[in-house]
């Protein structure tokens, strides 16, 4: 019921670095999801309410890292060493049952997405 806003997208060149925020009230789980065209809708990352447990997929893992900060209501993707094949609309969403969850159906709240292009 509670919308997520996304917001610190943009373009990057390859290599590069950038944090999206999303605006996370609540006592949720939060995961970040990402599609690009042509493609399905891939998971990213997981974080718990209280930010003691974390999950990635390999394919983010050592480059990507999600937190949060619930004194400010809000939580990060800070994303490093940037590659073409990151470039896709990203979208914060909200799990209430706060278990770890790779599929959407997993997640009750969606935000609107933010664009990252990054150029080679």
């Known amino acids: 019921h509670v919308q997520r806003v996304e917001s610190g997208g943009g373009l990057v060149q390859a290599g590069g670095s950038r944090r999206l925020s999303c605006a996370a009230s609540g006592r949720y789980a939060m995961g970040w999801f990402r599609q690009a065209p042509g493609k399905e809708r891939e998971f990213v990352a997981y974080i718990s309410w209280s930010g003691g447990s974390t999950y990635y997929p390999d394919s983010v893992k050592g480059r990507f890292t999600i937190s949060r900060d619930n004194a400010k209501n809000t939580v990060y993707l800070q994303m490093n060493r940037l590659k073409p094949e990151d470039t896709a609309v990203y979208y914060c969403?909200?799990?209430?049952?706060?278990?770890?969850?790779?599929?959407?159906?997993?997640?009750?709240?969606w935000g609107q997405g933010t664009q990252v292009t990054v150029s080679s």
């Open positions: 969403a909200a799990n209430k049952n706060g278990r770890v969850g790779v599929q959407g159906y997993e997640y009750e709240y």
